[in-house]
């Protein structure tokens, strides 16, 4: 089974200040991860993925997140916030066998000006 | 434009009334999945289809039923709605056996009393 755990349902940063969004995993595979963004009212949208490759990967609106196997992690960070970033972010990997993805819990993000 | 639309977009129903969510996309692809949103579960997998006609159970199938008769349409069907059905539920679809990237629809929010 896989599965995936967001440290943290709340987070509440300063405008200007280093955002970081906890994922952790679980696979029995080598996982497909992705981050993928909720802003009020709307339907989700992806951020970022890591499939294979480079480990720090990058994403829109200046996102990005390292795959580190050894600490099965995969975290979201960004320099500087915006107030613009405050929305609901979701954690994601490949599920076993023939589905897609498993989510995590969320983690809502606000942004204090 | 590319884009995966539901309908309705609100709906509020009672006990036991057969109700059909609509979910439609325009970008050819062949994985659809639908989820469900609560608060602090994140999105849980209903039902998936890799194609036309294929079908399967994902983390939370029961009281739902789905078809795929058409490679653009994947509607979800409550045959005896309870009001712990009563959630956010979001459609999505994604190309080949949708380890990439998922495009979500709007969201349905859908009422049970």
């Known amino acids: 089974a896989q599965s995936v755990t967001q440290l943290g349902s709340h987070v509440s940063v300063s405008e200007g200040a280093l955002v970081l969004l906890r994922c952790n995993y679980s696979?029995?595979?080598?996982?497909?991860l992705f981050w993928y963004v909720q802003y009020p009212n709307q339907g989700l949208q992806l951020l970022l993925k890591y499939t294979t490759g480079a480990t720090l990967v990058k994403g829109i609106n200046g996102f990005e997140a390292e795959f580190k196997k050894s600490e099965t992690s995969f975290h979201l960070t960004k320099p500087s916030a915006h107030m613009s970033d405050a929305a609901e972010y979701f954690c994601a990997v490949r599920g076993t066998g023939r589905r897609a993805l498993t989510f995590g819990s969320g983690t809502r993000l606000q942004v204090q000006p | 434009e590319a884009q995966v639309t539901q309908n309705p977009r609100y709906l509020i129903t009672v006990t036991g009334k057969k109700l059909t969510v609509t979910c439609s996309q325009n970008?050819?692809?062949?994985?659809m999945s639908w989820y469900r949103q609560d608060p602090g579960l994140g999105l849980r997998q209903i039902y998936y289809s890799m194609n036309v006609e294929v079908t399967d159970k994902g983390d939370v199938p029961e009281g739902y039923k789905v078809s795929r008769k058409e490679k653009r349409n994947f509607p979800l069907i409550l045959e005896s709605p309870s009001p712990n059905q009563t959630s956010l539920y979001f459609c999505?679809?994604?190309?080949?056996?949708?380890?990439?990237?998922?495009?979500f629809g709007p969201g349905t929010r859908l009422t049970v009393t």
């Open positions: 999505a679809s994604a190309q080949g056996g949708g380890i990439y990237e998922q495009y």
């Open positions: 970008m050819n692809h062949e994985y």
């Open positions: 696979s029995s595979v080598p996982p497909y």
